[in-house]
């Protein structure tokens, strides 16, 4: 079977989407019975970014996927009008949800071309339970259309290896207001307790003042950082599925995040669940986080081990072959 695989989000991204493709394409590529194309068009920049948008995706992908069996196109940008069968990822539809924390770009997208995109593909994929939840009431798309296949963590998240010195909170994410930061802030200020911000520069201003912000750091790095942390506090207000919770589980740090989201459905019972809208609850779940570490850390072990690319692989080939 001949997989034509979009890897274009790897020309904007190192965050979740990136992890996203280069953990499911390189499992792909192990299946027998798969031959998978790598697509992709340009590079890195907002205009290429554009051009990808109005040009790749709606017209010259479209050619490019010719004498293919299934084109996968691994987020909501897709053709309207593929010449075969097409499968679409989505991790999240915070846009429609927040429309208001998003790029003008984005947001205009959004409103024209994401729900006919999502309804014109012949599968969806959402990465949880909670986004194909969100697909259906927020895109129209038949509940039948949709497979869901969650997302893994890469192999160096591990217990095993360095630590990282002291006693702090940890936080991972793009600094963007929806991952919550500055109510996290005030929750660890509140206990005293230092914070300590892994991520790339975003959008909208988000600042951080009474946090370390460490920027956007290699894995091995951020692994030291988890092995080494009171817990992860991750009180983010809207997340399709969350990696940051299941790299922390992977490392052994105890886990805080936001209770009826996507986060508390991956976790499952092995994290801290808190109103993110709240820094008293945030700071009391990041206390009994704290007290809780040797059963959180357990818990998440155990949780942890059920996510896997290979999984993910074995999955997204069966959609696939629904198809072909």
């Not at 922390?248 to 499952?268: K, N």
């Amino acid at each position: 079977m001949r997989v034509g695989f979009d890897v274009s989000p790897l020309l904007q991204t190192r965050a979740g989407t990136a992890r996203y493709v280069n953990g499911l394409v390189e499992e792909l590529e192990r299946l027998p019975g798969l031959e998978v194309s790598r697509l992709s068009f340009g590079g890195p920049g907002r205009a290429w970014a554009l051009a990808r948008d109005l040009a790749w995706y709606l017209a010259l992908l479209p050619r490019q996927a010719r004498g293919l069996d299934v084109l996968h196109c691994t987020t909501y940008r897709a053709p309207l009008a593929a010449r075969g069968p097409t499968v679409v990822t989505v991790h999240d539809l915070a846009v429609l949800r927040s429309p208001e924390l998003f790029t003008a770009w984005t947001r205009l997208y959004a409103r024209t071309w994401l729900r006919p995109t999502l309804r014109a593909a012949d599968r969806v994929i959402a990465v949880s339970e909670f986004t194909k939840r969100e697909v259906v009431a927020l895109a129209g798309v038949p509940e039948e259309r949709l497979r869901v296949v969650p997302n893994a963590a890469e192999p160096v998240f591990t217990p095993d290896g360095p630590a990282a010195e002291g006693d702090y909170v940890l936080a991972v994410g793009t600094l963007e207001p929806r991952k919550n930061l500055p109510r996290l802030a005030e929750a660890t200020e509140r206990l005293g307790l230092e914070l300590r911000v892994v991520g790339a520069t975003g959008w909208g201003s988000v600042e951080v003042p009474r946090a370390r912000w460490l920027g956007r750091l290699p894995d091995e790095d951020v692994a030291a950082l988890y092995r080494g942390a009171l817990c992860l506090a991750y009180p983010s207000l809207y997340e399709g599925f969350g990696i940051p919770v299941l790299e922390a589980m992977r490392c052994g740090a105890p886990v805080v995040t936001s209770a009826g989201s996507a986060m508390a459905e991956v976790a499952d019972g092995a994290a801290e669940l808190v109103d993110p809208l709240d820094p008293v609850s945030i700071a009391a779940g990041i206390e009994r986080a704290i007290a809780r570490r040797g059963e959180l850390r357990a818990a998440g072990f155990q949780r942890a081990r059920t996510f896997t690319w290979a999984a993910a692989a074995e999955a997204t080939a069966a959609v696939y072959r629904e198809l072909a």
